[in-house]
């Protein structure tokens, strides 16, 4: 019996025993991901550049008015465009010039300049003349004898331009004396001058309008406040003629059919 007694109490005492339930562990929390809306700029967008109002128009804008033009600089993001920094269809030239000979009397060649449709600057450099510069004509041509130190011949400058400019529409304000000057030929019907249209020659009484005179009166810019940039006046020139560009090319074909002045 002392050993059925001792069982039962054994038992007894398992069956009195609250039986302890084990509690489910927590749930992990996952945290849901949360998306800003806030955009967070990349390298490249987050930087700027200020441009001048004549390059804004130019680059910003496909189809310009007189009223794209702002008063002043502007800052823009810098988003390189590789459609838009293509040599293209048009090519706008300019070219500075020093003095050669006794009181520099002859112009020669010392900057040449080429942008294209929207304003970005395909060629821009300094030339070598071959003769001794007797006057640099600095105050108009910004042109200085530091700027030879890293100057390319004229041979150089004569073969890059030619290269850029074949079979493209050139744009120039007397152009002539820009490719006379590097001893190059162009076919008249790809040129475009502003200096030959007649609405801009209207504002000189029909002589030949100075660059600074035309973008003063249809642009309302001031250019050429101290010496000359043949990449500022390039881009004058492309924009007078994209301003005025149905207009211009009517005219040359209405010209081309009534045919050479007999």
């Given at each position: 019996?002392?050993?059925l007694?001792?069982?039962w109490k054994?038992l ?12 489910p562990a927590?749930?992990?929390v996952i945290?849901?991901?949360?998306i800003?809306?806030?955009v ?9 550049k200020?441009v ?6 130019l680059?910003?804008k496909?189809?310009i ?5 702002p ?10 465009s590789?459609?838009?920094e293509?040599?293209g269809?048009?090519?706008?030239i300019d070219?500075?010039f020093?003095g050669?000979g006794p ?7 010392a900057?040449?300049s ?5 304003g970005?600057v ?14 640099w ?10 700027h030879?130190?890293?100057?390319i011949t004229f041979?150089?400058a004569q ?7 074949k079979?493209?529409?050139?744009v120039g304000?007397?152009v002539?004396?820009?490719l006379?000057?590097?001893l190059?030929?162009?076919p008249?019907?790809l ?9 801009f ?6 002589r030949?309008p100075?660059?600074?005179k035309l973008t003063?009166?249809?642009?309302g810019?001031d250019?050429?406040q ?5 990449v ?10 994209r ?6 090319e ?6 081309h059919?009534?045919?050479?002045a007999?």
């Open positions: 019996m002392a050993g007694s001792s069982n054994k007894s005492s398992k069956i009195s025993k609250p039986e302890t339930k084990k509690k927590p749930k992990k945290p849901k991901k949360v800003s809306a806030k967070i700029p990349t390298v490249e967008s987050s930087k700027s200020t001048t109002p004549i390059e804004f128009a680059w910003a496909e189809h008015t007189k009223e794209d033009l008063s002043s600089p502007v800052s823009i993001p810098h988003t390189p590789r459609r838009k293509e040599p269809k048009y090519i706008a070219c500075e020093v050669v009181e520099g009397e002859r112009s020669v060649l900057r040449v080429l942008v294209n449709f929207y970005h395909l060629l821009d450099e300094f030339v070598k003349p071959k003769e001794k510069v007797t006057d004509r600095t105050w108009v041509s910004g042109v200085t004898s530091k030879m130190a890293d100057a041979e150089q073969t890059r331009v030619g290269e850029l400019l079979d493209k529409v050139v304000h007397a002539h004396h820009d006379d000057a590097l190059l030929s162009h008249g019907w040129i475009r001058d502003t200096v030959t249209y007649p609405a020659r209207k504002i000189s009484n029909g030949s100075s660059l600074k003063g009166h249809f642009l810019v250019i050429q101290s010496s000359h940039s043949s500022e006046d390039a881009r004058a020139t492309m924009l007078l003629f301003l005025h560009k149905k207009d211009i009517q005219h040359l074909r209405n010209r059919k009534k045919g050479p007999k």
